[in-house]
């Protein structure tokens, strides 16, 4: 299929912050820990991935002390492969990885390998967002779905999403409200029963699960893994626009951030240093 190039950009060492900004922000964080340097990769079919990349890292940024950069590459079409993932070390110096991407026909094997490898390599912490348990769906290798810790092929229909917690100890999980349902939605279909290829797997701790209204089965749709040294927070919510900017689910994506780097206390608060 003939690609169409609609946008394409990287930043590096300035993600949401100007040049100015971030000097300011080491001057003042001189005496503390350096903050986390996360890396958000996204573009992909099927959502506004324009305005989510600014949804994610500026809500993150206004709850912990995290700064960014960031790779977009919007192309039609669901095989187009992002151009960083073929440079040799690309995740080294990152604290954490965020995946918000959606190229779900990609089945080069060696592509999606090489890039989980990356991963490994570093031992980052690793953020996957809705799409990105769809993306590399169609290669044959399970070497992402083990580092994501699902294995998901398809959804259901939009719908606003309610959300039980399955573990209400876990750091991640635990301030989130009993009673949070999602402005909108749009549930991923993570047990065999509605794909038969579709699991969590073993490595994997599910922490929340959804159920919308028109159907009996409900999914687990937050969860964490662990997988050859690298710690990695899922959630299958955030389709629309309106669901990533409550504070509930930006609240949810930074300790979630945290934990994969360490930096998220029992209480579910930043570590020290890591607070804004």
């Not at 089945?107 to 999606?112: A, R």
């Not at 635990?174 to 279909?189: A, C, H, I, R």
């Not at 998220?264 to 804004?276: F, I, M, R, V």
């Amino acid at each position: 299929m003939k690609k169409l190039l609609l946008f394409s950009l990287t930043v590096l060492s300035l993600g949401i912050l100007s040049s100015t900004a971030l000097q300011a922000q080491k001057k003042k964080k001189a005496d503390g820990p350096a903050p986390i340097r996360a890396l958000l990769i996204t573009g992909g079919c099927c959502h506004d991935y324009d305005m989510q990349k600014r949804i994610i890292m500026d809500g993150v940024s206004k709850r912990a002390n995290v700064v960014w950069d960031l790779v977009y590459e919007q192309f039609e079409g669901r095989e187009h492969q992002i151009g960083i993932y073929k440079r040799e070390d690309w995740a080294k110096g990152y604290d954490v990885i965020v995946h918000n991407e959606c190229y779900g026909g990609v089945k080069d094997d060696e592509f999606v390998n090489a890039m989980v490898k990356a991963h490994t390599d570093h031992g980052v912490g690793v953020v996957v967002l809705h799409c990105s348990m769809h993306s590399y769906r169609a290669a044959k290798t399970d070497e992402y779905r083990k580092l994501i810790g699902i294995s998901s092929f398809n959804h259901g229909k939009k719908s606003p999403i309610k959300v039980t917690k399955l573990n209400k100890v876990h750091p991640v999980i635990k301030s989130l409200p009993d009673d949070w349902v999602t402005p909108e939605g749009e549930l991923y279909n993570t047990n065999s029963k509605a794909h038969p290829d579709a699991k969590m797997w073993g490595s994997a701790t599910a922490l929340a699960e959804g159920k919308i209204p028109s159907t009996e089965a409900a999914q687990t749709c937050i969860w964490v893994n662990e997988y050859k040294g690298c710690k990695t927070f899922g959630t299958t919510i955030g389709h629309h626009n309106e669901t990533m900017m409550d504070p509930v689910y930006l609240d949810l994506l930074t300790r979630g951030l945290l934990w994969t780097c360490g930096k998220l206390q029992e209480d579910g608060t930043p570590a020290n240093g890591y607070e804004k």
